[in-house]
């Protein structure tokens, strides 16, 4: 079946731009997501890029889809304390009523 | 706003009890879902509906059932709970269409319910 892969864990002192990557298998991936999920909360939207996008941009983030690759990247710029949380990568095509989910990457902020 | 529901924020259940756990949207949406999240696994499917009294199986239907009487209301039945369903429960909706936002299949999260079965 089709997969989504992040890493668990990513640490960034805080200021610093943090960059949280994923892959995907789908090549008929038309959807990409990136979900938020603040502690004890549920996910909720951050952003997300179409497949016909390579960048979208929305004040501090910045996404990137290299579709060759089958490479996702979300990009936060000057991390802050409120930043912490796990991110989550989702994919979707038009033949799924499903989101397929990477494990979620957990950001962690230094001071 | 969609809002997404969910009965209960924690519950504490013994082993062998049939637990509830309920969901409601208010968007009129089709599909329904609900996740379990253990650390280091990510969102995990168990059951999903894409229509009233309609359901199909995830990736880990074991040991739960579901029932879909109304548009807006999901729940999640666990027959006889046991302690490795000790987990979060995310309740999700959707749209079977594009709607007004463009982005095709984006779920709508509930708060979550932490379980846990002594």
């Known amino acids: 079946g089709e997969d989504v892969e992040q890493s668990l864990f990513l640490s960034v002192r805080e200021g610093d731009s943090s960059v949280i990557n994923c892959t995907y298998t789908d090549s008929s991936s038309t959807y990409l997501y990136w979900y938020k999920q603040e502690p004890g909360a549920g996910l909720q939207l951050l952003t997300y890029i179409f497949s016909n996008m390579d960048m979208k941009q929305d004040q501090r983030l910045t996404v990137l889809l290299n579709k060759k690759d089958k490479h996702l990247s979300l990009r936060i710029a000057d991390t802050q304390t409120g930043d912490s949380a796990i991110y989550f990568c989702a994919e979707t095509s038009l033949s799924n009523y499903q989101l397929i989910w990477g494990a979620g990457t957990k950001l962690i902020i230094k001071p | 706003d969609v809002k997404v529901t969910q009965s209960s924020r924690y519950l504490v259940k013994r082993t062998g009890e049939k637990v509830f756990l309920e969901c409601v949207q208010d968007m009129d949406h089709e599909n329904m879902f609900w996740y379990r999240q253990d650390p280091g696994l990510g969102l995990r499917l168990i059951y999903f509906?894409?229509?009233?009294?309609?359901?199909e199986k995830g990736d880990i239907p074991e040991g739960y059932s579901v029932s879909r009487e109304k548009k807006e209301r999901f729940s999640l039945i666990l027959e006889s709970a046991s302690t490795n369903q000790t987990s979060m429960y995310l309740c999700a909706s959707s749209l079977s269409d594009r709607g007004t936002s463009g982005r095709y299949n984006e779920q709508f999260f509930g708060p979550g319910t932490r379980l846990t079965v002594l």
């Open positions: 509906s894409y229509d009233v009294k309609m359901k």
